[in-house]
């Protein structure tokens, strides 16, 4: 069985890069080679080519191109919101949430214990959304805070509300960074309402290459770089700019938003779908997070009833030519499991599959994984 073959379903992973991506791309390493920091012809004509790529991304986000930073990826750019907010914007406190993705997690727990900056974890509601009440108790007691909390949790797929965020934090004098790596792409976003004081995204979780991302950095904030060396990036992040990742990500952004309305009502189709068939095949089958609520339509999070299959689930699916995944790909090699299953399902017996959708997933790929989990934890549908 080919790559091509299989059922592929860890879109929360990375997604399957769009064709006129790699066209884009290809099309940039043959003919524009020019280094951008060169004053020459070829270096102007490419740093032209990002700047004109910068404008693109920042058109969409309605912000200004000054406000969009490149990066090498989310990670990266959530390093650089929460490093440079304690080091330049007097931050004592940080807030955030125990199920955030560990780039946030463990830059905090760093901070905390290498800098002495307060650390505070917002409660969760039992569907795993944020508990706003408490938000709102830290927000009141929390000197000078950040709060670092994600848009839509890459594991269960609960979306918080930026706007009402923003403005909680905002009028308790504070900076909001929010990580929208799993729903840039999947929504449209407009940061001229001065709600999100930092955001992060990544190219591959929306059909673009992989090692390139950005930073959104509201112009009212002025933060020190984490990569130093050249002036690139207006002195924001040195190195020589990736720009053949920075065209590709562009053009990842732009196919999105032109058929975002259409991909949006085709997933939450599939995944619509996929609860009624795992409810009709598999007894006891259960959804982590709020799933049939205020959830990301790209994720759905399965609870399964013990049984002797539970221990080599993903095994079978993977030989079944499925390809779906226990939680976060960023901890796939841990041993202690999901931190986010294990925060909100303390001592659970019962096994997690994430399943995450993609505009390539048809209704016959559902149908199918259904099927080989029914196989072994229910009746055949």
Not at 154 to 164: A, K, L, R
Not at 243 to 261: F, H, Q
Not at 313 to 335: M, Q, Y
Request: hydrophobic letters at 40%.
């Amino acid at each position: 069985m080919t790559t091509a073959q299989r059922i592929y379903l860890d879109n929360a992973a990375t997604t399957p890069i769009a064709e006129e991506v790699v066209e884009a791309m290809i099309a940039m390493m043959r003919e524009h080679y020019g280094n951008p920091s060169s004053t020459h012809a070829h270096g102007r004509k490419v740093k032209g080519i990002i700047e004109e790529a910068r404008g693109s991304v920042a058109k969409m986000l309605g912000c200004s191109p000054g406000e969009i930073f490149f990066t090498s990826g989310g990670t990266e750019a959530d390093n650089l919101a929460i490093r440079g907010s304690v080091a330049n914007l007097g931050i004592e406190n940080i807030i955030s949430s125990a199920i955030e993705h560990h780039a946030v997690l463990h830059t905090v727990e760093e901070l905390h214990h290498k800098n002495g900056v307060g650390l505070h974890m917002v409660n969760l509601l039992p569907n795993g959304h944020v508990d706003m009440a408490h938000l709102q108790t830290l927000l009141n007691s929390a000197t000078k805070p950040l709060v670092s909390l994600m848009h839509a949790n890459n594991e269960i797929g609960n979306i918080i509300d930026i706007e009402t965020v923003g403005q909680m934090v905002h009028q308790a004098g504070g900076i909001f960074h929010c990580d929208t790596v799993q729903t840039m792409g999947q929504y449209r976003f407009d940061l001229s309402q001065g709600h999100v004081d930092f955001l992060a995204g990544a190219a591959h979780k929306f059909n673009g290459p992989k090692g390139v991302g950005f930073i959104y950095i509201n112009k009212k904030n002025r933060i020190p770089p984490q990569i130093t060396g050249g002036a690139q990036e207006r002195e924001m992040r040195g190195g020589t700019e990736n720009v053949i990742g920075i065209v590709g990500l562009t053009k990842a952004l732009e196919i999105a938003y032109r058929e975002m309305d259409a991909k949006k009502a085709h997933l939450e189709n599939i995944k619509g779908l996929m609860i009624q068939l795992l409810r009709e095949s598999i007894p006891d089958v259960s959804f982590n997070g709020d799933a049939e609520g205020n959830s990301l339509y790209t994720v759905l999070s399965v609870s399964l009833p013990p049984n002797e299959a539970s221990s080599m689930i993903l095994f079978n699916l993977d030989l079944a030519g499925i390809s779906a995944s226990g939680g976060s790909a960023c901890s796939s090699g841990a041993t202690g499991g999901s931190h986010v299953i294990n925060c909100l399902y303390p001592g659970t017996n019962r096994t997690t599959v994430r399943f995450s959708f993609g505009k390539q997933n048809t209704e016959d790929d559902i149908r199918f994984t259904v099927n080989q989990l029914a196989n072994w934890y229910g009746q055949k549908s």
